[in-house]
């Protein structure tokens, strides 16, 4: 069974910073690439980052470009995303996804499987 458990979320304040990880089992982690998408109250789900399935390759939204950061650590079949200078607007919750072979897609309906999502909530 495939398993996707995100988790890091948390309220901080404008400007400040949380790490989410996203622990995957269930398939062979290295032959994923995995994405980050995030959904705010009353809009579309929609990309943040992602990272290919090699690890050599990230791909960002410009809205977090120079702010978040992904990685991946295939000894440990987790995924990261470090989320530095926060705003208000990066409020929603987050969902990790997984690709087999994916080179970094920003489109969701190309992940197959879903986490079940952690609230991040960043005060002004």
């Known amino acids: 069974q495939v398993q996707l458990v995100d988790s890091g979320g948390g309220l901080v304040q404008a400007g400040g910073s949380l790490r989410l990880s996203c622990v995957i089992s269930g398939l062979t982690f290295t032959l994923y690439g995995v994405g980050w998408f995030r959904q705010a109250p009353g809009k579309e789900r929609e990309f943040v980052a992602a990272?290919?399935?090699?690890?050599?390759?990230?791909s960002y939204a410009d809205s977090v470009k120079g702010r978040f950061t992904m990685s991946r650590d295939n000894a440990k079949n987790t995924v990261y995303l470090q989320m530095n200078s926060l705003r208000p607007e990066d409020t929603a919750v987050y969902y990790c996804a997984a690709q087999r072979l994916g080179i970094g897609s920003m489109r969701a309906d190309e992940y197959g499987y879903w986490g079940q999502g952690t609230q991040v909530t960043v005060s002004s």
């Open positions: 990272i290919s399935w090699r690890g050599g390759t990230t």
